[in-house]
Every structure is written in structure tokens, then in C-alpha cells.
């Protein structure tokens, strides 16, 4: 008897980071539907450039003092065990805002709350589900794309901007600068650098 290799017609291996347009064809669906959960999800996995895990285990006192939202925050990633520094950006700080408003959070809750119950976070699957939903709605091909794609959004924008391996690596709490120039997926002579 003879069966199909699992990963037959699939796309396997690195997913794509989203481009400019994506980012604003996603925001603009999400500000014109009111999807205010979804919008500040969005902005917080392009700002935090966390995985998933990381991501969906946010509470609201890693992102806001009181009533107000930082401009800056550290959390422990899961993986690594490692504390990551971000910055949250003015549109960003606005939708977490609105997200804190609307469900009347309170700092020691998760930011992301699941509808099972005001305990709990929503899990990696769902974000996965939110995230497939907003590549499908733009169109694109969606064995392209996965969650991880917004960890590598930013990241791999910034360093078409500026080349600075360097940075891209604190950015993502790397410890080694080839696995950062392996996850932008770019040729570079790391023996050259130094």
C-alpha cells in the first residue's frame, strides 16, 4: 500500500512577511468593519514582532499603566526565556486604547481575552483562524502567509530600509546574528561583518 508524503502540494518552509500595501489594505478593512479586537491585534504583532504565543499572553499591564497605553514595554518570550524590549507606536497605543475601553479590561487580564471566558487569552489557534481571515480577505495566496509572517513584517521592512543586521537582531531578541540573517532570509557574508 502505498501513501502520500504529508507534505504533498503543500507549501512548506519560511512564510512571507507582509508588504506595505498588505499592512494598509488589512488596517483599512479592519477600521471600516469596527473590529477593534482585531485591529489591535493586528497593530501589536506588526509593533511586538512576537510569536504567537508570546503575543495572545499579553496582558494589559505589559502594554499600559492605568488608563494609559506605553510607548514602550518588555515582555519574557516564552521560547527563549529571554526578556524583548518593543516600541508601541501612535496607532498602535490608539486601537489598545479603544480595545481596553470597549471590553472594560482591567491591567491584571489579558489583552487578547477569549470569548470562553474573562480568564483566559485567546490561543495561537484562533489568532491563526483571525490571521487567515485578513490574508484571505486581501486575496493572497494563503499558503504564503502564516502568523509567523507578522513577526517577520517589521523586522524585514526595517532592514530594507536600513541594512542593519545588528539592530534587526536586538529587535528580535536573537542571540546569534546568523540566525537573524537566516530568518530575513538574505546572503550575507557574516565572516565579512566582523
Request: glycine share 8%.
Amino acid at each position: 500500500m502505498k501513501t502520500s508524503p504529508w507534505n504533498k502540494d503543500r507549501t512548506i518552509g519560511q512564510k512571507r512577511p507582509l508588504q506595505i500595501s498588505h499592512i494598509w489594505g488589512i488596517r483599512i478593512r479592519l477600521e471600516l468593519e469596527g473590529k477593534t479586537r482585531d485591529l489591535a491585534l493586528f497593530n501589536m504583532a506588526l509593533d511586538t514582532k512576537l510569536r504567537g504565543c508570546d503575543l495572545v499572553k499579553l496582558k494589559v499591564s505589559d502594554a499600559a499603566y492605568g488608563s494609559s497605553v506605553s510607548s514602550r514595554a518588555t515582555v519574557l518570550q516564552q521560547k527563549t526565556g529571554s526578556p524583548v524590549q518593543f516600541e508601541i507606536t501612535k496607532g498602535t497605543r490608539e486601537a489598545v486604547t479603544a480595545l481596553i475601553k470597549l471590553g472594560n479590561w482591567h491591567s491584571k487580564g489579558f489583552l487578547f481575552r477569549s470569548r470562553v471566558g474573562t480568564n483566559h487569552h485567546i490561543s495561537t489557534r484562533q489568532y491563526n483562524r483571525i490571521f487567515h481571515g485578513w490574508v484571505e480577505k486581501l486575496g493572497l495566496e494563503d499558503s504564503l502567509y502564516s502568523t509567523h509572517s507578522m513577526r517577520r513584517t517589521k523586522p524585514y521592512l526595517i532592514y530594507k530600509k536600513t541594512k542593519s543586521l545588528r539592530g534587526i537582531q536586538l529587535l528580535l531578541g536573537h542571540k546569534k546574528l546568523e540566525s537573524t540573517v537566516r530568518y530575513l532570509g538574505i546572503e550575507v557574508d557574516i565572516e565579512g561583518l566582523f
